[in-house]
């Protein structure tokens, strides 16, 4: 009923920049935040940065400054600006729908989508 794909990983050079979309789609309603989440070689997965329907924003202390975090409502997609990236930075990143109300469904859902690779190395 409700997809999430990410798109936009790659390998890049310490310093460098790169840029996630997220797109939500299906027979979605409302969804109150969506954000980004990596989990790097043998790390658990961490939080990057959230956004809220509100335009609220939270980001990982080791991103603020570094990171952006942007949301179009009416499309459903989150776009994740990384800027002077490290090798710390390299992880799979997972774009989170949260509290997700479903068309014709009672409650409200999470979905993730299947991550995207950054690598960071010169």
């Known amino acids: 009923q409700v997809q999430v794909v990410e798109s936009g990983g790659g390998l890049v050079q310490p310093g460098g920049s790169l840029r996630l979309s997220c797109a939500a789609s299906?027979?979605?309603?409302?969804?109150?935040?969506m954000g980004w989440y990596r989990q790097g070689p043998g790390k658990q997965r961490e939080l990057v940065a959230t956004?809220?329907?509100?335009?609220?924003?939270n980001y990982a202390d080791s991103v603020k400054g570094r990171f952006t975090i942007s949301r179009d409502n009416a499309k459903n997609t989150v776009i994740l600006q990384m800027n002077s990236l490290k090798p710390g930075d390299t992880a799979v990143y997972y774009c989170?729908?949260?509290?997700?109300?479903?068309?014709?469904?009672?409650?409200?859902?999470?979905?993730w989508g299947q991550g995207t690779q950054v690598a960071v190395s010169s």
């Open positions: 989170k729908a949260d509290r997700v109300r479903v068309i014709q469904r009672q409650g409200e859902y999470i979905y």
């Open positions: 299906g027979s979605i309603f409302s969804i109150y935040a």
């Open positions: 956004i809220t329907s509100g335009g609220n924003t």
